[in-house]
């Protein structure tokens, strides 16, 4: 949820299968006086929740009893994934033992309908709108710089370090807290290039990202840092728009800003791929260096797919296909980008695949061999001394 402060204004639903208790409730509660707005109302439980999803209010107000899903499994729904969400029960006194589940689940209050008069709604809002603000304050002295920073290195262990731990706590964030980044979400990764590095020394890019980025979203908005210069923003489906629109309007005074985004995540290991694939694709920017040409992404995905299949028989054809052009023309803007052939870049990066396994792992030589595409462990070992003046073994000796 965003956060709440003192004026806030609280979205609120109506979920409840009479038309005239709808209209009712939109109508004579003054709504203005807890500064809060009806953002929906639906007919029954099922469309109250496919409502929730798209509004997010922070409050909802629903009856028990109704078809197609009754406010008891919508309450379970709505507190599973948003438990901060404060629900208001509306009863009849044949479903009061439905009223007494509601309080079991931690619904904030209910009140029956032949009893409803203004003063008791109004009582009830003081007292949510006041849960909420003070939730708000409790969670904010919790959420130090120490919980930032530490979720910003979950992120920099999974990328950097490889650590499966690392990103299998960052999994149990999307599946919780962060839920609402796998829904048709989307992932940039904000970045400034070396050039441009040079000449803003002193520029902290993430410092002035995040401070600059208007802070007017309700909600749907992460940032988590990786590094000096880069960071990766996370969106909501329903902020995409918004958020293309400012980082553009921001350009304008950040020239040194650059990003590239992955979008309509689906779930937590669709974000986790989008993200270690703009990652990857970072790094293959830092370590090659290419021409800045207009076919530019399209060959650093091509890179990024022969940095991920050296142990396959990689074509041109089957490159070119992937972007979609002939494999004459993808040769040509790859040797443009790269400054060399095809064939010549690939035995090169099996040979630093080579070289990182021989001296960060225990490998044997013919598991090295299969992972860069060589069948032949013999024929590995003769290649690799002759590109390297040494034997697989010798090279591994003098480099662990």
């Known amino acids: 949820m965003a956060e709440i402060a003192v004026d806030t204004v609280l979205k609120v639903m109506i979920v409840d299968d009479e038309q005239l208790v709808r209209q009712g409730l939109r109508m004579t509660v003054d709504w203005g006086k807890h500064q809060?707005?009806?953002?929906?109302?639906?007919?029954?439980?099922?469309?109250?929740?496919?409502?929730?999803?798209?509004?997010?209010?922070?409050?909802?107000?629903?009856?028990?009893?109704?078809?197609e899903m009754d406010g008891i499994e919508l309450a379970k729904r709505i507190l599973k994934i948003h438990p901060e969400t404060?629900?208001?029960?509306?009863?009849?006194?044949?479903?009061f033992s439905f009223a007494k589940q509601g309080i079991q689940l931690g619904?904030?209050?209910?009140?029956?309908?032949?009893?409803?008069?203004d003063a008791q709604m109004d009582e009830s809002l003081a007292k949510i709108r006041q849960e909420l603000v003070l939730h708000q304050q409790e969670h904010a002295s919790v959420l130090t710089q120490k919980d930032q920073d530490s979720r910003d290195n979950l992120l920099q262990t999974w990328l950097m370090e490889k650590?499966?731990?690392?990103?299998?706590?960052?999994?149990?964030?999307?599946?919780?807290?962060?839920?609402?980044?796998?829904?048709?979400g989307h992932v940039f990764h904000l970045f400034m290039n070396k050039a441009d590095d040079e000449d803003e020394k002193d520029l902290n890019?993430?410092?002035?990202?995040?401070?600059?980025?208007?802070?007017?979203?309700?909600e749907g908005i992460l940032f988590l840092k990786n590094g000096r210069d880069s960071l990766f923003l996370f969106c909501g489906s329903d902020l995409l728009n918004a958020c293309k629109n400012d980082l553009l309007a921001m350009k304008l005074n950040k020239p040194w800003l650059h990003w590239r985004s992955e979008g309509n995540i689906q779930d937590a290991s669709g974000w986790m791929m989008a993200t270690e694939k703009m990652h990857r694709l970072r790094q293959i920017e830092t370590q090659i260096e290419l021409r800045n040409g207009i076919h530019k992404d399209d060959v650093l995905r091509a890179i990024d797919f022969i940095d991920q299949h050296l142990h396959l028989?990689?074509?041109?054809?089957?490159?070119?296909?992937?972007?979609?052009?002939?494999?004459?023309?993808?040769?040509?803007?790859?040797?443009?980008e790269v400054g060399c052939s095809l064939i010549t870049f690939i035995s090169d990066r099996k040979l630093k695949r080579a070289k990182d396994l021989l001296r960060l792992t225990d490998l044997r030589t013919d598991e090295i061999a299969e992972q860069v595409g060589i069948q032949d462990a013999k024929y590995f070992s003769k290649w690799f001394k002759k590109c390297v003046a040494q034997t697989p073994s010798l090279y591994r000796h003098q480099t662990k």
Not at 40 to 59: M, T, V, Y
Not at 86 to 95: G, M
Not at 171 to 178: A, G, I, M, N, S
């Open 36 to 67: 809060m707005t009806v953002v929906a109302d639906s007919a029954n439980g099922l469309l109250g929740w496919e409502s929730f999803q798209k509004h997010r209010p922070h409050i909802v107000i629903t009856d028990i009893v109704m078809p």
């Open 86 to 95: 404060k629900i208001l029960f509306l009863s009849c006194h044949r479903d």
């Open 107 to 117: 619904i904030s209050d209910y009140i029956v309908k032949t009893n409803f008069d």
């Open 163 to 184: 650590k499966q731990s690392a990103a299998a706590q960052l999994k149990q964030h999307l599946d919780t807290d962060w839920k609402w980044t796998v829904s048709g």
């Open 205 to 218: 890019l993430l410092e002035e990202v995040i401070q600059t980025f208007p802070i007017v979203y309700d």
């Open 313 to 336: 028989d990689i074509r041109a054809a089957d490159l070119a296909n992937r972007i979609g052009v002939s494999r004459s023309y993808f040769s040509t803007i790859f040797k443009e």
